[in-house]
């Protein structure tokens, strides 16, 4: 337990280091998720089980379907977008954070944020390129998925995932996902993978942890 | 087997938010949904709502959210004051006391709070960038400086915020779109300018940037970066309207390199640079290198100041 002269010593620590960059945790394995965009359905049973499993209210919403539909008749299309927290490998979110509450996992490099230590400055939903942090009018505090770490630390998938109907939406080890090694209903084998769809945040940013077996519309050229 | 179930399924389900969409969606506020949203999101048929300063409650929030100012052209010329009508919330804003584990938020330090630039609490985010002495003092931001729109149904450029063919309107020179997939801006055009990544060795220069400073900053010389930039390398600097550059130069000469660094790599939330437009300056060299390669020479024409 920090006395009155630790917290001193904090604060006097963090001043003299008030002009570096911080550190990113890498990882022993990065998990990340893979989404189909043309074979999800847009059902959002994912979004409701992450609600579910995570009592949520009316409003913050983890996880996100989002329908795109567009094109002049009759060359019209729809494919969905599904996100939730991207797990990055260098989360913005991270070093906003004052008083520690977002934290990277060693083993999996899951980006948690324990909401009891969160006092709603909001600048991790600044941060983020993704609009994953969500905000909760009622309690005034930020809250995000983490990738159900309980269910992955007693060997199981996320709520999501395991709520996926068409299996569309699936977890696995980033760089395996990204070399198509990983095995996963998500991507058939002649589909490719991409880092990015049309319109999301460029993800050089902070090198999100998700891959998409993109609509020909959401091609990124 | 399962392309046909995919496809018997989803046109089912478009079919069922089409029917949805017309019967209880946006449609039924005497709004537009759907394609025709689109069409009038390039089109507003409506003057946009006045603001209602002190009313926030008396209007309907579904149907506001479809409101002309949300969409293009209508939020190019909206007003602060019309954007705070109804979002009077962002200025009251303000950090819990303590965490619910009973973190006290006086207990802990944002970094901002470690810089020369800033004193106090910590406070919201917007204050910090818009009302806060010293935004007040360097920057002169407004709403639509980074809310270039939005989409209430979907939280995509794609659908509503288009001309309604598919392609994107927007207001930055990149071709980036107004705003991102479940973000409200546009991080590579909005944040990235101050929280970018600020590589030393762009500048020739081994190591970062805060233990190079340490050489080149003393009492009587505390800003480093104007060991080099003062008359050296004198840069055509900080000439957009969302600036206030001699206020800049100013605090910057009797200040300490935090007023630089606040924004050149000291917060650096991203691992990428924003790519600033190069002005010509004098003795400028004639070789370009390769960080600075495409980068345009003028910004962009909407935050050009009217001296230029």
């Given at each position: 337990m920090?006395?009155t002269v ?7 620590a963090?001043q003299?280091?008030k ?5 990113p945790?890498?990882?022993d394995m990065?998990?990340?998720f893979?989404?189909n965009n043309?074979d999800?359905?847009?059902c959002r049973?994912c ?6 499993k ?6 913050p ?7 795109v539909?567009g094109?002049?008749y009759p060359e019209?299309?729809?494919?969905k977008?599904?996100m939730?927290?991207?797990h990055c490998a260098?989360?913005?979110c ?16 899951i980006?948690?944020?324990?909401s009891t230590?969160?006092i ?7 941060a ?12 005034n505090i930020v809250?995000?998925c983490?990738?159900c770490v309980d269910e992955?630390d007693a060997?199981?998938k996320p ?10 939406l699936d ?8 070399d198509g090694t990983h095995?996963?209903?998500?991507r ?7 880092r990015?769809?049309k319109n999301?945040?460029d993800p050089?940013l902070?090198?999100?942890?998700i891959?998409?077996?993109?609509h020909s519309?959401g091609?990124?050229? | ?6 496809i018997s399924v989803?046109?089912g389900?478009?079919l069922a ?5 017309g019967a209880?969606?946006p449609g039924?506020?005497?709004a537009p949904?759907g394609?025709?949203?689109a ?5 507003p048929a409506?003057k946009?709502?006045a603001?209602?300063?002190g009313d926030?409650a ?9 409101n002309p100012i949300?969409?293009?052209p209508?939020?190019?010329?909206a007003t602060d004051?019309?954007?705070?009508g109804?979002?009077?919330?962002i ?7 303590a ?10 330090q944002?970094w901002y ?9 910590q406070?919201d ?9 010293f935004?007040?003092?360097?920057m002169n931001l ?5 809310h270039q729109?939005?989409?209430p149904?979907?939280e995509?450029p ?10 994107i309107?927007t207001?930055?020179?990149?071709n ?12 590579s055009?909005?944040?990235l ?7 030393a ?5 081994e ?10 900053e ?5 800003n480093g970066?104007?060991?080099c930039h003062a ?5 055509v ?18 200040g ?5 660094f606040?924004c050149?790599g000291?917060r650096?939330?991203?691992?990428i640079?924003?790519?600033y437009p ?14 600075a ?7 962009d024409?909407?935050?050009l100041t009217?001296?230029?």
């Amino acid at each position: 337990m920090a006395n009155t002269v630790d917290k001193a010593k904090i604060k006097e620590a963090a001043q003299a280091k008030k002009r570096e960059t911080y550190v990113p945790v890498v990882p022993d394995m990065q998990l990340g998720f893979i989404h189909n965009n043309v074979d999800c359905i847009g059902c959002r049973a994912c979004e409701i089980a992450c609600k579910d499993k995570n009592g949520l209210p009316p409003g913050p919403r983890f996880r996100r379907v989002q329908y795109v539909e567009g094109g002049t008749y009759p060359e019209v299309y729809a494919y969905k977008i599904n996100m939730s927290c991207n797990h990055c490998a260098e989360p913005a979110c991270l070093p906003t954070c004052p008083t520690g509450a977002i934290f990277k996992r060693q083993k999996d490099g899951i980006v948690d944020i324990d909401s009891t230590l969160c006092i709603g400055c909001r600048r991790c939903e600044a941060a983020c390129p993704f609009g994953a942090p969500q905000y909760n009018p009622e309690l005034n505090i930020v809250q995000k998925c983490n990738m159900c770490v309980d269910e992955i630390d007693a060997g199981r998938k996320p709520y999501c995932v395991m709520g996926c109907m068409m299996r569309v939406l699936d977890i696995g080890p980033i760089d395996k996902l990204r070399d198509g090694t990983h095995e996963t209903k998500a991507r058939a084998p002649h589909e490719s993978i991409v880092r990015q769809v049309k319109n999301m945040a460029d993800p050089e940013l902070t090198n999100p942890s998700i891959v998409f077996v993109a609509h020909s519309k959401g091609r990124v050229k | 087997m399962r392309s046909a179930l995919v496809i018997s399924v989803a046109s089912g389900l478009f079919l069922a938010i089409a029917a949805l969409n017309g019967a209880i969606g946006p449609g039924s506020f005497g709004a537009p949904g759907g394609a025709q949203a689109a069409e009038t999101a390039q089109k507003p048929a409506a003057k946009p709502v006045a603001a209602k300063p002190g009313d926030p409650a008396a209007v309907d929030y579904l149907r506001a959210q479809w409101n002309p100012i949300h969409f293009k052209p209508a939020i190019d010329k909206a007003t602060d004051a019309d954007c705070l009508g109804c979002h009077q919330e962002i200025g009251k804003a303000k950090p819990r006391d303590a965490s619910p584990a009973g973190v006290k938020a006086a207990d802990t330090q944002a970094w901002y709070q470690t810089l020369d630039t800033y004193e106090g609490a910590q406070a919201d985010f917007h204050w910090r960038h818009i009302s806060s002495p010293f935004a007040k003092q360097v920057m002169n931001l407004s709403c639509t400086f980074c809310h270039q729109g939005n989409d209430p149904r979907e939280e995509s450029p794609h659908v509503t915020a288009t001309d309604g063919k598919g392609a994107i309107q927007t207001a930055w020179e990149r071709n980036e779109p107004p705003f991102t997939l479940r973000k409200m801006v546009n991080p590579s055009e909005t944040c990235l300018r101050c929280h970018g990544a600020f590589p030393a060795t762009s500048m020739g220069l081994e190591g970062k940037w805060h233990e190079l400073r340490e050489g080149m900053e003393s009492p009587d010389a505390p800003n480093g970066c104007l060991t080099c930039h003062a008359d050296q390398f004198r840069l055509v600097r900080h000439q957009v309207n969302y600036l206030r550059p001699d206020a800049i130069e100013k605090l910057a000469a009797a200040g300490s390199s935090d007023t630089c660094f606040g924004c050149h790599g000291g917060r650096a939330w991203y691992r990428i640079s924003y790519p600033y437009p190069r002005h010509d300056w004098k003795d400028m060299p004639t070789e370009i290198p390769d960080w600075a390669k495409d980068r345009p020479k003028q910004s962009d024409a909407r935050f050009l100041t009217k001296t230029k």
